[in-house]
């Protein structure tokens, strides 16, 4: 997209990413909006392009005069095994379109449709947002987000822990186990080390390492990863994302042996106290799957799931992409992948996940 394309008063076009001073301007008012989120952030959509390969492109619609009214982040997914989507945004379970007004989103969903239709892309995706409404369809009630205000001491955070998990948070905690932040090369191999790992346990493929490595570098102190360990052992590990006073664990997990040791009840309890002394008032625990063992673990924490809404555009004929690990289609798959020497996964999963957008 080249020339800047004109609705009635608005003009959409899209942002050089690699111009610091326009990438700063939007993050300014990506801040200042109510709903924007680190999936909006150029951070975010410059270190997913650079650890996945898959094109990064921003949108922002503007009066003549230059005013900012709305922005919608998107990545063009490429997949031999998914095939090709527009996604907003892409490896998140957030972004969709940010707008001041319904005019604006509605003109940026016709931009992104438009631009799918061009460049022979069958499906779009927005992940929350303003959703757009005719040619799009709205699906709603199948995830949920959880976030809460944190507590004003470590103590008090405990307290606020329901009765029951927090009897499993108190086991942790006599565990000995060491807690360790940071975002150094040490603190990434043991991260990707325990994340690998826990999702071959689940069954699924492994995101790259260059994802990760990529959006630390790209949010600088707006990133981190808090790492349990047991007698020098990483067991569990999360990578944070920090934005507007809320920390937001995205990628994390545990070995095994996590679970005897408490170690992922520590992990979160340890990562609300870390990221109050940082100066965050909020956790926000992130989407879970409406039924799924996660949303039961968050609900388990005292966090309420908030219903999330997602737009979902097709060509004529097409059919919607499906990539939910959860998908009857993939339970085979599923099994076979739990089974899988670690190393296999490892050496295969980047290829699979990549694609997955």
Same mark, same amino acid.
């Given at each position: 997209?080249?020339?800047?394309?004109?609705?009635?008063?608005?003009? *959409?076009?899209?942002?050089?990413?690699?111009?610091?001073?326009?990438?700063?301007?939007?993050?300014?008012?990506?801040?200042?909006?109510?709903?924007?989120?680190?999936?909006?952030?150029?951070?975010?959509?410059?270190?997913?392009?650079?650890?996945?390969?898959?094109?990064?492109?921003?949108?922002?619609?503007?009066?003549?005069?230059?005013?900012?009214?709305?922005?919608?982040?998107?990545?063009?997914?490429?997949?031999?095994?998914?095939?090709?989507?527009?996604?907003?945004?892409?490896?998140?379970?957030?972004?969709? *379109?940010?707008?001041?007004?319904?005019?604006?989103?509605?003109?940026?969903?016709?931009?992104?449709?438009?631009?799918?239709?061009?460049?022979?892309?069958?499906?779009?995706?927005?992940?929350?947002?303003?959703?757009?409404?005719?040619?799009?369809? *709205?699906?709603?009630?199948?995830?949920?987000?959880?976030?809460?205000?944190?507590?004003?001491?470590?103590?008090?955070?405990?307290?606020? *822990?329901?009765?029951?998990?927090?009897?499993?948070?108190?086991?942790?905690?006599?565990?000995?186990?060491?807690?360790?932040?940071?975002?150094?090369?040490?603190?990434?191999?043991?991260?990707?080390?325990?994340?690998?790992?826990?999702?071959? &346990?689940?069954?699924?493929?492994?995101?790259?390492?260059?994802?990760?490595?990529?959006?630390?570098?790209?949010?600088?102190?707006?990133?981190?990863?808090?790492?349990?360990?047991?007698?020098?052992?990483?067991?569990?590990?999360?990578?944070?994302?920090?934005?507007?006073?809320?920390?937001?664990?995205?990628?994390?997990?545990?070995?095994?042996?996590?679970?005897?040791?408490?170690?992922?009840?520590?992990?979160?309890?340890?990562?609300?106290?870390?990221?109050?002394?940082?100066?965050?008032?909020?956790?926000?625990?992130?989407?879970?799957?409406?039924?799924?063992?996660?949303?039961?673990?968050?609900? &388990?924490?005292?966090?309420?799931?908030?219903?999330?809404?997602?737009?979902?555009?097709?060509?004529?004929?097409?059919?919607?992409?499906?990539?939910?690990?959860?998908?009857?289609?993939?339970?085979?798959?599923?099994?076979?992948?739990?089974?899988?020497?670690?190393?296999?996964?490892?050496?295969?999963?980047?290829?699979?996940?990549?694609?997955?957008?």
């Amino acid at each position: 997209m080249n020339a800047p394309m004109r609705h009635s008063r608005t003009m *959409i076009r899209s942002v050089d990413l690699n111009d610091a001073n326009e990438c700063a301007r939007l993050d300014a008012w990506i801040a200042a909006h109510p709903d924007g989120s680190p999936f909006h952030r150029p951070a975010w959509l410059k270190g997913v392009e650079a650890g996945t390969g898959q094109q990064a492109l921003c949108l922002v619609a503007e009066t003549r005069a230059g005013e900012l009214q709305g922005m919608v982040p998107l990545h063009l997914v490429h997949s031999p095994l998914f095939g090709r989507a527009l996604v907003s945004s892409g490896f998140a379970v957030g972004g969709g *379109i940010l707008a001041t007004s319904p005019a604006a989103a509605k003109a940026l969903g016709e931009t992104v449709w438009n631009y799918a239709e061009r460049h022979s892309c069958p499906t779009v995706e927005l992940r929350g947002g303003m959703l757009p409404k005719s040619g799009w369809i *709205i699906k709603s009630e199948a995830h949920a987000n959880f976030a809460r205000p944190l507590s004003a001491d470590d103590e008090t955070e405990l307290l606020a *822990i329901p009765r029951k998990q927090r009897a499993e948070v108190r086991k942790g905690l006599e565990n000995a186990l060491e807690i360790v932040t940071g975002n150094s090369q040490r603190d990434q191999d043991w991260h990707y080390a325990v994340y690998a790992e826990s999702v071959r &346990n689940l069954g699924t493929p492994v995101f790259p390492n260059a994802l990760m490595r990529e959006v630390i570098s790209a949010f600088g102190d707006d990133a981190d990863i808090l790492t349990v360990l047991s007698d020098g052992r990483p067991v569990a590990s999360v990578l944070s994302l920090y934005h507007n006073g809320a920390v937001m664990p995205y990628w994390g997990g545990g070995v095994w042996d996590a679970r005897r040791l408490r170690a992922n009840d520590v992990m979160y309890y340890a990562l609300m106290n870390h990221a109050r002394a940082r100066g965050c008032s909020h956790f926000d625990f992130g989407r879970s799957k409406t039924g799924s063992g996660a949303y039961a673990f968050k609900k &388990n924490w005292g966090f309420e799931p908030e219903p999330l809404s997602y737009a979902v555009r097709t060509a004529d004929g097409a059919e919607p992409r499906d990539v939910n690990p959860n998908s009857p289609k993939y339970k085979a798959q599923i099994a076979v992948w739990q089974r899988l020497p670690l190393g296999i996964a490892n050496r295969l999963g980047p290829w699979i996940a990549k694609g997955l957008g």
